[in-house]
């Protein structure tokens, strides 16, 4: 359903259908009507196998998805890992995130969700339903004790009913978790841009069976906590802090850098400085911990952050006799543009396929972002 959901609201679907057709098969994406209202609904056609952590794991490393989305999608398989684990005990072969159709699930959901390029998530609270469900484990309360433990885990909010059946499953449950970055009480006003309509698969009478997602644009200065973790190192070599750095914004680090310093007795050496979301900070901090052999982690917790709204618009830039769309991001405060940025691996692909100086892509593709926020009348950059 999250998947058909962010499908419908505007993800870009065919580099989702190749993610997920990357680790299981070629998914079937169908039109569905759920009480009149029109959504979309997504068929993984996988098989029901039970799979190894390992296992899902190699299928992960075939994923034919963007870098940030396949990190995204680990992080949710070890989510469900971790609370089958507080549930049953050692999993060797587990079934929630070991079965196929959940690996699908996870890769499409995060794929969509990164190609939407949202700053933000919020999750309303989650109707959980209720009565018993008969699963690979016997007969279960509603929640399934492996939801159970991914909420209590988080910061999401449920509340029981309103009718009883699983209304959400470990899965979606982990992908909501791992998404949501924004309590709903805290999300400002905002102008609607979209709205999708993801379908389940049951029919259930009077109340619908869908989930409903919202594309929004706040146009205020938004606001989050991060935290920063620090480290010094003078004994490590330039290749594994860079193989460090990259790791580390696999892994979700919101930036990631490494500043040379003296340390003492004069020698030369690096200060690394991670940008965290709190959530975030024991994972990352291992990273750092098992990549360079620092024995300690400075941590400065919930540092407030100022955030610009931003968003991506295509704008057309002729080179020559050629005419292309390129992504720019706008970066505002306000009704004050300050930033304009073409997406540089749109503008060295076109460059490579020319032969040209990739700047000369960038000032073209800036120049024509320019006069397109003009014609909008969105001026004082």
């Known amino acids: 359903m999250i998947t058909a959901a962010l499908l419908h609201l505007g993800a870009d679907r065919e580099p989702v259908l190749r993610a997920m057709a990357s680790v299981v098969k070629e998914p079937l994406i169908e039109e569905a009507e759920r009480n009149g209202i029109r959504a979309l609904r997504v068929r993984t056609r996988a098989e029901a196998v039970p799979r190894t952590l390992g296992e899902v794991r190699e299928r992960m490393k075939t994923a034919d998805a963007p870098v940030p989305a396949v990190a995204m999608a680990e992080r949710v398989i070890a ?4 609370a089958e684990e507080a549930v049953h005990g050692e999993v060797v072969h587990f079934h929630e995130v070991g079965a196929d159709d959940a690996i699908a699930d996870i890769i499409g959901a995060c794929t969509a969700l990164h190609l939407l390029d949202a700053r933000h998530v919020a999750v309303l609270p989650i109707a959980l339903g209720g009565g018993l469900i008969v699963g690979s484990h016997g007969t279960l309360p509603v929640p399934a004790p492996a939801t159970a433990a991914i909420l209590s885990a988080s910061h999401l909010q449920g509340y029981p009913g309103p009718k009883d059946g699983e209304l959400l499953t470990p899965t979606g449950a982990a992908l909501l978790a791992e998404f949501a970055t924004l309590p709903a009480s805290q999300v400002p006003p905002g102008e ?5 309509y993801g379908a389940g ?13 919202f594309l929004m644009e706040t146009g205020e200065v938004e606001q989050d906590r991060v935290e920063i973790l620090e480290t010094s190192v003078d004994d490590v070599t330039p290749e594994v802090i860079a193989h460090a750095l990259t790791r580390l914004m696999d892994a979700g680090a919101r930036d990631a ?6 340390m003492k007795k004069g020698r030369s050496g690096h200060l690394l400085r991670v940008i965290s979301e709190p959530a975030l900070t024991g994972p990352l901090a291992l990273i750092l911990a098992e990549e360079l052999g620092t024995l300690g982690i400075r941590v400065i917790p919930s540092v407030h952050r100022l955030i610009a709204s931003r968003r991506v618009v295509k704008v057309p830039v002729i080179i020559g006799r050629e005419t292309r769309e390129v992504s720019v991001k706008v970066g505002s405060l306000g009704d004050r543009i300050i930033s304009v940025k073409p997406e540089f691996e749109e503008a060295r692909a076109w460059a490579e396929a020319r032969g040209i100086p990739v700047r000369e892509v960038l000032r073209r593709a800036e120049e024509a972002a320019w006069q397109v926020i003009s014609r909008e009348g969105n001026h004082g950059g």
């Open 192 to 196: 609607v841009l979209g709205v999708g």
């Open 79 to 82: 989510r469900l890992h971790r």
């Open 201 to 213: 698969t049951r029919e259930t009478g009077t109340m619908p069976n869908l989930l409903r997602v």
């Open 257 to 262: 850098s490494a500043i040379p310093s003296v």
